[in-house]
């Protein structure tokens, strides 16, 4: 079975400044993807970012990009420019890309980051 | 399309009593997926279907626990009896296809059991 870590259970970042959030992840599958969600105070999960394993190239959306290690099974998310309204729980997540039974295309997620934004 | 909706948003419900949740996914999607997240397991899959169909319950965790889908634009998670460790936030989501493509959540609902 897939595990997903996400190490830091809280994290804080100055207005406009930068911060990474960690995640690993367990798998002895070749073929999968990875997720970062955000979730406001409102609870809405929101997709922030997307990788597909098989691409080398690590995915970039506006302010949000990741750090991509395959081998190492890290998944890390920078937040450019951080802003108030990054603040929010911040969550890893798995899928795998093949179907092998039942339960193949659950998102499997880690705990949560939770992230202050300092004005 | 106005997303995953969701409700309740919020219930309260005493011991013992069944509870319905219910869910409406975005028009088209053939996935539907329940989730429960609560602090000290953080967010679990419970059930999933594919074009209206179960295709992993293996998350729910007993009898009490139930879920349908009569129709593609509709789904209910039941609880009966209702305890006070099933108070957590119950998530709806959909995709359309299974593999790669985004998984829109709902609001989804804060149950509280007393």
């Known amino acids: 079975a897939q595990t997903v870590t996400q190490s830091q259970p809280e994290m804080s970042v100055q207005e406009a400044e930068t911060v990474t959030l960690s995640c690993t992840y367990d798998t002895s599958e070749s073929d999968y993807y990875l997720f970062w969600y955000k979730q406001p105070p409102s609870r809405q999960m929101i997709l922030v970012i997307r990788?597909?394993?098989?691409?080398?190239q690590n995915a970039t959306e506006n302010r949000f990009s990741v750090n991509f290690q395959k081998a190492a099974k890290s998944f890390s998310l920078k937040i450019s420019d951080s802003q108030l309204g990054d603040a929010a729980m911040y969550f890893c997540?798995?899928?795998?890309?093949?179907?092998?039974?039942?339960?193949?295309?659950?998102?499997?997620f880690g705990k949560g980051t939770k992230l202050s934004v300092i004005p | 399309d106005a997303g995953v909706i969701q409700s309740p948003r919020h219930e309260v419900t005493e011991m013992g009593q069944e509870v319905t949740l219910r869910c409406k996914p975005i028009s088209g999607h053939d996935y539907l997926f329940w989730y429960r997240q609560t602090m000290m397991r953080g967010l679990e899959l419970l059930i999933y279907f594919n074009n209206n169909v179960p295709i992993d319950d293996s998350g729910m965790p007993e009898d009490r626990f139930s879920a349908k889908m009569p129709n593609a634009s509709f789904s209910t998670l039941k609880i009966q009896p209702s305890e006070p460790r099933d108070s957590a936030v119950y998530f709806c989501?959909?995709?359309?296809?299974?593999?790669?493509?985004?998984?829109?959540f709902g609001q989804g609902t804060r149950l509280t059991v007393v």
């Open positions: 997540a798995y899928r795998s890309a093949r179907y092998s039974g039942a339960g193949s295309y659950q998102l499997t």
């Open positions: 989501a959909s995709s359309l296809g299974a593999k790669d493509t985004e998984a829109f």
């Open positions: 990788q597909e394993a098989y691409k080398q």
